[in-house]
């Protein structure tokens, strides 16, 4: 894999993670209904929303890595050799 797949294939994890985490802060937003006071839907989301968020910052590091190791802010062609 070259550098240039690399990089895409990360932003494209931290993209995905970006869009799965707008759809769980809209589903956050919505009522809850037929759990009377079980908390068990919530705190899941809340777990999911969190794993989102480590992944997508995990993600946005090391694209910001991958693009500062060519120096020029965009990954190398290069095949690691």
Request: one cysteine or more.
């Amino acid at each position: 894999m070259t550098d240039d797949e690399l990089l895409a294939n990360v932003r494209a994890r931290r993209e995905w993670c970006e869009r799965v985490l707008a759809l769980f802060h809209e589903i956050d937003e919505m009522p809850v209904r037929g759990w009377g006071e079980r908390r068990s839907p919530t705190e899941a989301l809340h777990y999911g929303l969190e794993l989102m968020e480590w992944m997508r910052d995990w993600y946005a590091r090391k694209e910001r890595a991958l693009k500062s190791r060519s120096g020029t802010g965009k990954a190398g062609t290069s095949a690691p050799g």
